[in-house]
């Protein structure tokens, strides 16, 4: 195994330096009121202000028993139907009625935007309630998934395995992107239409055809429905896959070179939190938490050392050195790198020390990150943040952080990046940030005088 060596000393000194930023981190200053006190805030804060109807209103006094991510989720199904429902009865929000949602053509509506069988139970029970006479209720209907086994498709995966290339890799960037494709060609393209998607004749496809589904992604950029990296990773991946197959022969014309590439920025800068936002998530946590010391050190891991969350999920005792201060952070099978720790994380892993090995936060990894991930979204809508992403922007703004007082070197260290590439970009962008910060002011000050 591969260990990274880092300059300990400035890095030490430098997550101290950002530690050290945050007074009362602990939350010595808070009252700790556990998970129960979700409930009623969501309803304060959220379901009274979002929702007019007074038996919607009831329906959610009586579920407040559900645990907190349910109650979100039953929220949002109820802010999403709403949301239809104005769009297509053509009224405000507080003239709609509950006639409207017993309405036979609006439920049908309804059923066809459902997106999981939760979504479908909860609105159900809500229309018992209103309606309890009448047969009414919307129905999920679960998408078919088609067996995408295209020969063509197996070919390109047997070439990539004998490369090593993994599976789930395979996976995410070729045959999820050749399966969209044939589907858009089988609903759009007259040629195609009709056809199985296992049975479609590649030879046939012409780079005209894949440009059109170009455009089409970029439309779904333009709705919000995918991201402007989702979109060039697909028609990268499509040009991946027609060039494997004209390289071995499979196909007569080598179009790859014809299908128009998607330019978009490697790394766009975004706004992260403030030190004044970050105490009040904290804070938040602390509150809110059943297990705040343990909740806070795991969100302190990703902001202040820029753990992943699955490295914290994956965290064990016997990975800490509390005598020297430091951690093995097991980014992969070969590559792992060692860390000082800052003096706030230190502290914060003595008070919670009740065993020797084992992991650090759970013994299920995986179901810690989940339950992580849908705390940190509870959080961070208490604390009022409105940030994209889920983890990863902690993380994000640990280096963001590091880049504003540091060299390369010690970014790249710090943010074990194998290369210095991704640290020089958020050297690059942060500094363009606060270039374009000051010439705002600049403006502003301009038109002042």
């Given at each position: 195994?591969?260990m990274?060596?880092?300059n300990?000393s400035?890095s030490?000194?430098?997550m101290?330096?950002l530690?050290?930023?945050m ?5 010595e ?5 556990g998970s129960?006190?979700?409930?009623p805030?969501?309803?304060e804060?959220l ?11 009831v329906?959610?006094?009586?579920k407040i ?8 989720l039953?929220f ?14 053509n ?5 709609i009625?509950e006639?409207d949602?017993i309405?036979?053509?609006v439920?049908?509506m309804?059923?066809r ?6 979504e ?6 809500y ?10 209720k ?6 078919t998934?088609?067996e ?8 390109c995966v ?6 090593g290339?993994?599976?789930?890799s ?10 969209g494709?044939?589907r858009w ?7 195609f239409k ?5 049975n479609?004749?590649?030879?046939e ?5 894949v ?8 439309r779904?950029?333009?709705e919000?429905?995918i991201?402007?990296h989702?979109?060039k990773?697909?028609?990268e991946?499509i040009r991946?896959?027609?060039?494997i197959l ?10 790859a070179?014809?299908?128009t ?21 904290l804070?938040?946590i602390?509150i809110?938490?059943?297990e705040p010391e343990?909740?806070i050190?795991?969100f ?8 992943r969350?699955i ?7 016997d990975?800490i050195?509390?005598?020297t201060?430091t951690?093995?952070?097991?980014e992969?099978k070969?590559?792992?790198?060692i860390l000082?720790i800052?003096?706030?994380i230190y502290?914060q892993l003595?008070?919670?020390?009740d065993?020797?090995s ?15 991930y849908r705390?940190y979204k ?5 604390a009022?943040?409105d940030?994209e992403?889920g ?9 963001t952080n ?7 070197p010690l970014i790249?260290?710090l943010a074990?990046?194998k290369s210095?590439?991704?640290?020089s970009r958020?050297?690059h962008?942060?500094?363009?940030y606060?270039k ?12 002042l005088?």
């Amino acid at each position: 195994m591969e260990m990274n060596d880092i300059n300990y000393s400035d890095s030490r000194k430098m997550m101290n330096m950002l530690t050290n930023k945050m007074p009362n981190i602990n939350g010595e200053n808070q009252t700790n009121l556990g998970s129960k006190a979700i409930n009623p805030w969501l309803l304060e804060n959220l379901v009274y202000e979002e929702f007019h109807l007074r038996s919607m209103i009831v329906f959610f006094e009586n579920k407040i028993h559900h645990v907190p991510t349910t109650y979100l989720l039953i929220f949002n199904t109820f802010k999403k139907i709403i949301r239809l429902v104005k769009k297509w009865t053509n009224k405000g929000v507080a003239k709609i009625t509950e006639q409207d949602l017993i309405n036979q053509s609006v439920i049908d509506m309804i059923s066809r935007e459902l997106t999981n069988e939760s979504e479908e139970l909860y609105f159900n029970q809500y229309l018992k309630m209103i309606a309890p006479f009448l047969d009414i209720k919307v129905i999920y209907v679960e998408p078919t998934k088609e067996e995408f086994n295209h020969p063509l498709v197996q070919f390109c995966v047997k070439e990539l395995r004998l490369k090593g290339t993994k599976q789930e890799s395979i996976y995410a960037n070729l045959i999820q992107q050749a399966r969209g494709l044939f589907r858009w060609l089988t609903q759009n393209v007259e040629k195609f239409k009709h056809r199985n998607i296992n049975n479609i004749i590649v030879n046939e496809i012409e780079s005209e055809h894949v440009n059109d589904y170009r455009s089409f992604l970029l439309r779904q950029v333009t709705e919000g429905e995918i991201s402007e990296h989702s979109a060039k990773k697909w028609i990268e991946s499509i040009r991946t896959f027609f060039s494997i197959l004209y390289q071995k022969k499979r196909i007569s014309n080598d179009i790859a070179n014809d299908i128009t590439k998607i330019t978009v920025e490697d790394y766009k800068y975004r706004t992260i939190p403030k030190d004044s936002e970050i105490k009040v998530l904290l804070d938040v946590i602390y509150i809110y938490s059943d297990e705040p010391e343990k909740e806070i050190l795991a969100f302190s891991l990703m902001l202040y050392m820029g753990f992943r969350g699955i490295e914290v999920a994956k965290l064990k005792w016997d990975d800490i050195n509390l005598g020297t201060k430091t951690v093995i952070i097991n980014e992969s099978k070969r590559n792992s790198s060692i860390l000082p720790i800052p003096n706030l994380i230190y502290n914060q892993l003595l008070k919670i020390k009740d065993v020797e090995s084992g992991y650090v936060f759970s013994e299920n990894p995986a179901n810690f990150k989940r339950k992580l991930y849908r705390n940190y979204k509870i959080y961070a809508l208490i604390a009022g943040w409105d940030y994209e992403g889920g983890l990863h922007l902690l993380r994000h703004t640990f280096i963001t952080n590091v880049t504003k007082y540091s060299s390369l070197p010690l970014i790249k260290d710090l943010a074990r990046h194998k290369s210095g590439h991704m640290p020089s970009r958020y050297i690059h962008l942060e500094r363009q940030y606060v270039k374009d910060e000051l010439a705002k002011l600049d403006l502003i000050e301009g038109d002042l005088k």
